[in-house]
């Protein structure tokens, strides 16, 4: 089961994904509105073993305490590229949009080509540097999290610090434009898309 709702100002985009079998579950990328989110979990009856982070800016990891509190004994993961922007609301941005996040650090630093296993069901990082250092990707079973790296028709800003436009482009065509076309790609923000529609129609990856 995949569900995804738009969070906190900047629309960034939260995802359950569970294994509905075994009702064990991850958030990914949960960037505001804690307590709706919560509430969202306990409506589906899951359990939740992981919260994952595609990367460490502040709309995409601004919940990820809050919740630790709500649900207990829950694993945060992030890849070490990101890992310090947890702690330091300069690296996340938040100093930057009138806010100071804050976080405590990451229990799992995620490698790329790691396995996560949710229920009978499975998670691989697929790391995308670009949109920022740690930028990575979720391939399931069901589809593709994609973050910040790859839009419907877009791709990730590369402007940050951090950001390198040639590494991101490079990540997405070696790493994603070779998945099956079918494969639904479930982004950071915005709607849903395939990655043969982005192979087709996505004129940053055109030529």
Request: glycine share 14%.
């Amino acid at each position: 089961m995949i569900e995804g709702r738009a969070m906190g100002a900047m629309g960034a985009n939260c995802y359950l994904y569970a294994c509905m079998e075994s009702k064990k579950a991850v958030i990914i990328d949960p960037g505001a509105n804690g307590k709706n989110i919560y509430q969202w979990v306990l409506e589906k009856g899951l359990t939740i073993d992981y919260i994952l982070l595609t990367h460490g800016h502040v709309d995409h990891i601004g919940a990820v305490d809050e919740l630790r509190l709500l649900l207990g004994d829950v694993i945060v993961g992030i890849h070490s590229g990101d890992a310090g922007m947890l702690t330091d609301a300069k690296k996340n941005l938040s100093s930057y949009v009138g806010s100071t996040v804050v976080l405590k650090s990451a229990d799992l630093l995620l490698q790329d080509g790691q396995e996560l296993t949710i229920g009978k069901q499975r998670l691989k990082v697929i790391a995308t540097p670009g949109h920022s250092p740690g930028c990575v990707c979720f391939l399931s079973s069901e589809g593709l999290f994609s973050g910040d790296t790859l839009f419907a028709g877009s791709i990730g800003r590369t402007d940050f610090p951090g950001g390198s436009l040639d590494q991101l482009l490079k990540g997405v065509k070696e790493k994603l434009l070779i998945l099956p076309e079918a494969t639904r790609v479930f982004p950071g923000h915005g709607e849903e898309t395939s990655i043969g529609e982005e192979k087709r129609d996505n004129p940053y990856l055109l030529g």
